[in-house]
């Protein structure tokens, strides 16, 4: 199955863009510190996960306090030309700088002037979010950022609820979207993992051959290993193999940047299950070009990556010489 990506060799391991429309374009504007050329490539895009992909890559970059981080900053307020698209952007790194501010730890190992850092910045999203959405409630990318600012400024899973029925109203098969919201209902925001199970089945159900909503049943299982669930039970294994089959690896798929995400996440939950031979084929659909995902969760994610899949292309059966 062919992705969107770049001839040549990505800047790092991990790249968000990597599998973004116009990723080479995009990663030049951003890597220059210039959010206006990298708006006007976004602007062309017409896929939601696309559209969420490149806003976060370039946003999240030298995210926090620091004196580039700043200049960041400043130069995508400058950019903001009052369109949608480029107010979400600047929602979009104000999200970035706070949670970086407030890092990825649990909540008892941040410290109140993190937290209180972390509220002011996700507070001045809200205020480009709502003025925003009030203004163009059909504006279908501005939705998903406001699904992480109600969870970051824990405003309760009715309200993020109500913002994730307002996004798949206009669309309800956003990747990202989904994924964002599965996060709010986890037990370690508060949920339980019955919610998060229902929510996976939901939209399991509402997906067509070929959409990646049953691929959200990966992110679960995955969340679940991280919590201290070692082994993948067999029905889960099960689930999993299906969700693939139906999704990225089905012939009516169209490939998004969430793809590679799904294809990224596939490929570790195969290889916690000790199941090489089916993580090769989401290793193949990535190529020299992958994106984190879940390898996150390891130290040494780049190293493990390329060890998990040299084993999967030998268990596949894959000659060395043929392997990305």
């Known amino acids: 199955m062919a992705t969107t990506r770049d001839a040549a060799p990505t800047a790092t391991f991990f790249d968000p863009l990597a599998h973004v429309p116009d990723g080479a374009a995009l990663r030049a504007a951003r890597d220059a510190g210039d959010p206006a050329a990298a708006l006007a490539v976004v602007r062309g895009f017409t896929a939601p996960d696309d559209i969420a992909a490149a806003l976060w890559a370039i946003a999240d970059t030298d995210a926090g306090v620091t004196d580039e981080a700043q200049r960041l900053t400043a130069a995508i307020e400058a950019a903001d030309d009052g369109t949608p698209l480029a107010r979400t952007l600047r929602a979009v790194r104000y999200v970035t700088v706070g949670w970086a501010i407030r890092s990825r730890a649990r909540a008892e190992y941040v410290s109140a002037a993190q937290f209180e850092q972390f509220h002011d910045w996700l507070r001045r999203a809200e205020r480009v979010l709502f003025d925003l959405c009030s203004e163009h409630p059909g504006y279908a990318p501005a939705w998903e950022p406001r699904i992480t600012t109600a969870r970051g400024l824990q405003l309760g899973h009715g309200e993020a609820r109500r913002r994730y029925d307002r996004l798949a109203a206009l669309d309800p098969q956003v990747f990202a979207a989904q994924r964002v919201y599965l996060q709010q209902i986890l037990p370690k925001w508060s949920g339980s993992w019955e919610d998060a199970s229902r929510f996976v089945e939901e939209c399991t159900a509402g997906a067509s051959p ?33 969700a693939a089959a139906t999704t990225v690896l089905h012939p009516d798929h169209a490939p998004t940047a969430a793809t590679a995400i799904a294809h990224a996440n596939l490929a570790l939950l195969f290889t916690i299950a000790k199941a090489p031979a ?42 060395a010489g043929a392997r990305a």
Do not use: C, Q
């Open 210 to 242: 070929g959409e990646l909503g049953p691929a959200l049943v990966v992110d679960l299982a995955l969340e679940r290993w991280a919590d201290g669930e070692k082994t993948v039970p067999p029905a889960m294994l099960d689930r999993v193999r299906t």
């Open 278 to 319: 089916d993580a090769w084929p989401h290793f193949e659909a990535l190529g020299d070009a992958p994106v984190e995902g879940f390898w996150s969760y390891y130290n040494g994610a780049e190293k493990t990556y390329r060890t998990k899949r040299d084993d999967a292309a030998k268990a596949a059966g894959i000659p």
